[in-house]
């Protein structure tokens, strides 16, 4: 019988990987807390039509990457390939943008179909923030402050560079798209074989090509900057007042758009070179028109999202290691019939010391690689029980991380000899 694997592109996080997804999820979760935005938990599995009115049919999601397939009763459903569509779809059935201006946050398994590359996979994680019902530059603002504040708690800030643009408004975005699509035209055989296809579909996108050619054509082309209308650039000179004021640094990009067709005015990208080729760690932008694109009343709204793969590659290539040990306390039994005293112990401890991690070494072994298992786990200490002291009530202490003596003491004293080693080995 063949041995299974995992679907190509769905990846395990196996037990050594996890720390660093614990402390970036722990940051990220603290970090909305203190600015005041909640959590919302959306389904993995949505109507397919839900993205391809909020994403755009002619997308590169909606036309190549969706997971898409019929249902029991002959439905149409998707696997999530992005998070905003649920969002805003669960916001105007739960009327939580009703009289209010929820500010939320997100995070789980997205799924697109394409070529999977390290850290770019068909099943990947992303944390996403969503905010409805403000029309001013500071929401903007605000959502580009807190993420470069979480950079900065990562260790992150000199890996990371911000690129700010705006797309302006429906009617200057079309006027740039017919005089963006009348120059290429002189050029189409000359573009890559994406921009070729894009330049009747969505032509903005041809802007981000990553092919030299394209881009040496773009030099020439039309700039969006002198089609943005007057509310555009005002709400744009807005929110690069507030982040010069607050110190955070960017860098206009007039070629940057994003993939997605809801978006107006402000788009930013959060991108590294530390990865090698320049990849994006975070994206997004203002998206005012699609609470009424999906059927609500018209909503201002700005979000963003990250990919976590990305971000956890970027933490191991250059911020200190932060991994964490799997226990405080390694207890392990010598001997026949120790087992018992060992498991009460490890229970009496968990009483004892609620927030310490107490591990037992199950299924006994040689002392050699009970103590080698005891080093490979981070504790700090091993409690050794043999069959002396099981017989006299004792326990053995060893300290694992430091030159100390080995010492002896009574099973009701345990608890606040570890507290005190624990205590020692934070300061």
Known sequence: MSRLSAIRGMNDILPDATPRWQQLETALKSLMQRYGYREIRLPVVEPTALFKRAIGEVTDIVEKEMYCFEDRSGESITLRPEGTAGCVRACL?????????????????????????????RQFHQFGIETFGQAGADMDAELIILTARLWRELGLSD????????????????????????????????????????????????????????????????????????????????????????????????????????????VFEWVTTALGAQGTVCAGGRYDGLVAQLGGQATPAVGCAMGLERLVLLMDAVAASTAEAEADVFVMGLGEGTSTAALALCEQLHNALPNARIVYNCG????????????????TVALVLGESEVAAHTVAVKWLREQREQVTCTQAQVADVVRDALAMSTQ
């Open 93 to 121: 059935e739960h009327g939580l943008t009703h009289n209010q201006s929820p500010k939320l946050w997100y995070t789980g398994p997205m799924f697109r179909y394409e070529r999977p590359q390290k850290g770019r996979y």
């Open 159 to 266: 890996a990371v560079t911000l690129e700010l643009n705006s797309l302006g408004e429906l009617d200057a975005r079309a006027a740039f798209r017919q005089a963006l699509v009348t120059y290429l035209e002189q050029f189409r055989t000359q573009l890559d074989d994406d921009s070729q296809r894009r330049l009747t579909t969505n032509p903005l996108r041809i802007l981000d090509s990553k092919d030299q050619n394209t881009q040496a054509i773009l030099r020439d082309a039309p700039q969006l900057a002198d089609y943005l209308d007057d509310g555009s650039k005002a709400h744009f000179a807005e929110l690069c007042a507030h982040l010069d004021a607050c110190g955070v640094r960017y860098r206009i990009n007039p070629n940057l758009v994003r993939g997605l067709d809801y978006y107006n005015k402000t």
């Open 364 to 379: 006994g072994g040689s002392v050699k690689s009970q103590f080698r298992k005891a080093d490979k786990s981070g504790a």
